[in-house]
């Protein structure tokens, strides 16, 4: 089963390289708010080309990742999470046809997009932003977009890479360590690692909910198996570090470092990038080729050298 949806993902690559270019550009075309980085992730892998702005602009490295364009695109602020709060006198002056909203559904988001929808006499969408229903937001997105075709084949693709992600059950405890020091992490259950737990990792942060700060002490208490962050800084820093990579039997505890660019593999944020994370979760050992197409459908360019997770010694 799994080596048969490996095929599919790999066999549509090619089709999913287009992903985002299949609408040709047109002058003044851009008409499309993201109210959150999220959704900004979600437009710009589908039709790049009516992105109106970033809510945070990404930075330097990331940018250089990203399809040309990302970098002219101005930073607008957020009308819901993942950047500054937006002015919505600036944003209104833009003359958008369409904000996307894409994350959590709840009563409390649906009743700030209606607010903010009446304020600005603009169309709000709210797409549920749920791991497990990746697919169907891009269908989604898709066809609010223009971009069906597209649409189609990056979730045809999800769907194909969820749908191995979750029948994997053999992963280790770990700890999230986010941050220079490592101290702030996500609790058990939070949207930050459930591209990990989803795999069947077990996260030993309990006893909070969602991001949190803990101790040093704690984590040692914890006695995670695994180490995991994206933060290179934070890698380095507790390489040869004793309390960090010591556990009580004696063996160096594994620190896993996952990417981080220009978007996280498992958080930061909780959008379409994710899907890289679970992709390789599905398949540690497989191909980078379907990795490099993977990031070329979601960003509009492949690195020179592909990035994957790394286990430090």
């Known amino acids: 089963m799994i080596s048969t949806r490996r095929n599919l993902i790999l066999g549509a690559g090619a089709g999913l390289a287009l992903a985002g270019c299949d609408n040709p550009s047109r002058p003044g075309a851009r008409d499309v708010l993201a109210a959150g980085q999220p959704a900004a992730l979600l437009i710009w892998a589908l039709a790049r080309d009516r ?136 609790f058990h259950g939070a949207l930050a690692t459930e591209v990990l737990e989803g795999a069947g990792w077990t996260n030993v942060a309990v006893g909070a909910r969602d991001i949190g700060r803990v101790s040093r002490e704690q984590v040692v208490a914890w006695n995670p198996h695994t180490l995991v962050t994206l933060d290179a800084r934070f890698a380095r820093a507790i390489q040869h570090d004793p309390v960090w990579r010591r556990r009580p039997d004696g063996a160096t505890r594994p620190l896993l470092l996952i990417p981080d660019s220009p978007f996280g593999w498992i958080d930061r944020p909780p959008s379409v990038n994710r899907l890289l994370g679970c992709a390789w979760l599905a398949d540690p050992e497989g191909s980078i080729l379907g990795l490099a197409e993977l990031t070329r459908a979601l960003y509009g360019m492949s690195a020179t050298e592909t990035a994957r997770p790394r286990w430090i010694a």
């Open 51 to 186: 992105l109106l702005g970033w809510p945070r602009k990404p930075g330097a490295d990331a940018l250089r990742a990203l399809a040309p364009g990302a970098a002219a695109l101005p930073q607008l602020g957020a009308l819901t999470t993942g950047g500054a709060p937006s002015s919505l006198e600036a944003l209104a002056a833009l003359h958008p046809r369409l904000i996307l909203d894409y994350g959590d559904v709840g009563d409390e988001h649906q009743a700030l997009a209606d607010r903010l929808k009446g304020r600005l006499g603009v169309e709000w969408r709210l797409i549920d932003g749920a791991l497990t229903r990746t697919p169907q937001a891009i269908r989604q997105a898709g066809a609010l977009l223009g971009v069906p075709g597209a649409a189609e084949a990056l979730a045809g693709r999800a769907t194909a890479i969820l749908a191995d992600w979750s029948a994997r059950r053999d992963g280790p405890s770990f700890y999230y360590a986010r941050g220079g020091d490592g101290l702030e992490t996500a």
